[in-house]
């Protein structure tokens, strides 16, 4: 199935684009795609301990099922002054 994976800050940043799409096996879990984002994208692997994922506009959990064309953001935490 299909995963489209939005990237903002600085993830967008360091991957060098704002999306992704991924194909993953029809049980997948959000901790499934991280593993491959990780891969794919090593550079941003470190922010995964501090960042929000959303699922269709949602916070969830590492062990939400996705289903296929859904839409995965990842979000870092906010910072400035």
Same mark, same amino acid.
């Given at each position: 199935?299909k995963?489209?994976?939005l990237l903002?800050?600085?993830?967008r940043?360091?991957?060098k684009?704002?999306?992704l799409?991924?194909? $993953? ?5 959000v901790?499934d795609v991280i593993d491959?984002?990780?891969k !794919?994208?090593?550079? @941003?692997? %470190?922010?995964f301990?501090?960042i929000?994922?959303? $699922?269709n506009?949602t916070?969830v959990e590492?062990?939400?099922k996705?289903?296929?064309?859904d !839409?995965?953001?990842l @979000?870092? %935490?906010a910072?400035?002054?």
């Amino acid at each position: 199935m299909k995963i489209n994976i939005l990237l903002f800050a600085n993830l967008r940043e360091i991957a060098k684009q704002s999306s992704l799409q991924l194909d $993953v096996s029809e049980t997948a879990i959000v901790s499934d795609v991280i593993d491959i984002v990780k891969k !794919e994208i090593p550079d @941003i692997a %470190p922010y995964f301990e501090s960042i929000m994922i959303a $699922v269709n506009m949602t916070y969830v959990e590492n062990s939400y099922k996705l289903n296929n064309n859904d !839409e995965m953001a990842l @979000i870092p %935490p906010a910072s400035g002054g």
